[in-house]
């Protein structure tokens, strides 16, 4: 399953307690489907747990159910209702006239109470909503085909604390979270806390893989750093060598020579340990500097 059907069963298991807040997901689950028409609802959902809701919200609220048993195809489950008579009794409850109205909107006088808003929202994303796995990337949208509907969910969203993007995206409004804090809140609020705890942990290891990356990349490029400057000062020692022999380098180098040569691989930190008795590796450093600098005279 995905992280989104995952969110989706955390929600449905939540308990359908009162009227009010069964009617609010559910009216923010018909914004949010394939068609909410004076002529016909139409939900389709991939979600087993929404099919299974979805009734129990219907007879919570209205005392019927849909027109017939769910329609399987091609993996999705597909509700209906034509009935005239349910379909008026469903926009009398929401404050709509199925004979005046033709553009959807937010009834606010729904939401009044915060539960009833997280409800509606709850309703939204069950319906319209999706949300990455956050293991590849952060991402949470509400889309609906009704503009208007989708800017009044936007203003119920910024007087709960949020701040969504908008967009659109083929003829639908979309309001969506890209922040990682966000989406865990919201997942929080509307009542799928396991799964903002998911995401959560999933941060914390993206955070720590990445923090390891740059680690790994850090000494990397620290380690060829040092390869280069090694191969750099042998083979300013060997062009020496090859003239002049060992004692063509200062007494106060010699060491310094016959250290290198016999550890090219041996940090600054590991050679400086290696002399008798142990310098510090500032002062390696200079020694290599200054082996270097003599030999380009030489050459």
């Not at 922040?179 to 609020?189: G, M």
């Not at 191969?231 to 010699?254: C, H, M, T, W, Y």
């Given at each position: 399953m995905s992280f989104s059907s995952n969110v989706k069963q955390e929600l449905c298991r939540l308990p359908i307690n009162r009227k009010l807040e069964a009617a609010a997901e559910l009216y923010g689950i018909l914004l949010y489907c394939n068609a909410f028409t004076a002529d016909l609802v139409r939900i389709t959902t991939e979600s087993r747990d929404l099919a299974e809701r979805l009734p129990r919200l219907m007879k919570k609220v209205f005392g019927f159910s849909f027109d017939q048993e769910p329609e399987e195809s091609a993996g999705k489950l597909l509700f209906l209702m034509e009935s005239q008579e349910k379909i008026h009794k469903m926009f009398a409850q929401f404050g709509l006239s199925a004979a005046r109205d033709v553009t959807l909107h937010v009834n606010y006088g729904m939401l009044e109470e915060d539960e009833e808003r997280l409800a509606f929202l709850r309703g939204a994303f069950l319906s319209g909503g999706s949300v990455t796995d956050?293991?590849?990337?952060?991402?949470?949208?509400?889309?609906?085909?009704?503009?208007?509907?989708?800017?009044?969910?936007?203003?119920?969203?910024?007087?709960?604390?949020?701040?969504?993007?908008?967009?659109?995206?083929?003829?639908?409004?979309?309001?969506?979270?890209?922040?990682?804090?966000?989406?865990?809140?919201?997942?929080?609020?509307?009542?799928?806390?396991?799964?903002?705890?998911?995401?959560?942990?999933?941060?914390?290891?993206?955070?720590?893989?990445?923090?390891?990356?740059?680690?790994?990349?850090?000494?990397?490029?620290?380690?060829?750093?040092?390869?280069?400057?090694?191969?750099?000062?042998?083979?300013?020692?060997?062009?020496?060598?090859?003239?002049?022999?060992?004692?063509?380098?200062?007494?106060?180098?010699?060491?310094?020579?016959?250290?290198?040569?016999?550890?090219?691989?041996?940090?600054?930190t590991e050679l400086a340990r290696r002399f008798d008795p142990p310098i510090s590796k500032p002062g390696l450093s200079h020694r290599l500097k200054k082996i270097t600098e003599f030999a380009a005279k030489e050459n």
């Open positions: 956050p293991a590849k990337r952060y991402h949470l949208e509400l889309t609906t085909s009704h503009y208007k509907v989708s800017r009044e969910t936007c203003a119920l969203l910024l007087d709960a604390g949020f701040s969504p993007k908008e967009t659109t995206r083929g003829g639908n409004s979309i309001l969506y979270f890209k922040r990682s804090n966000l989406i865990e809140d919201f997942l929080t609020a509307v009542g799928a806390p396991l799964a903002a705890m998911e995401l959560m942990q999933a941060k914390v290891e993206k955070n720590l893989r990445n923090t390891i990356n740059r680690q790994v990349n850090c000494e990397t490029a620290n380690l060829v750093k040092a390869a280069d400057a090694s191969a750099r000062q042998i083979a300013a020692i060997k062009s020496v060598l090859r003239e002049g022999g060992e004692e063509a380098f200062p007494d106060n180098l010699r060491e310094t020579v016959r250290l290198r040569l016999s550890y090219p691989t041996d940090s600054l």
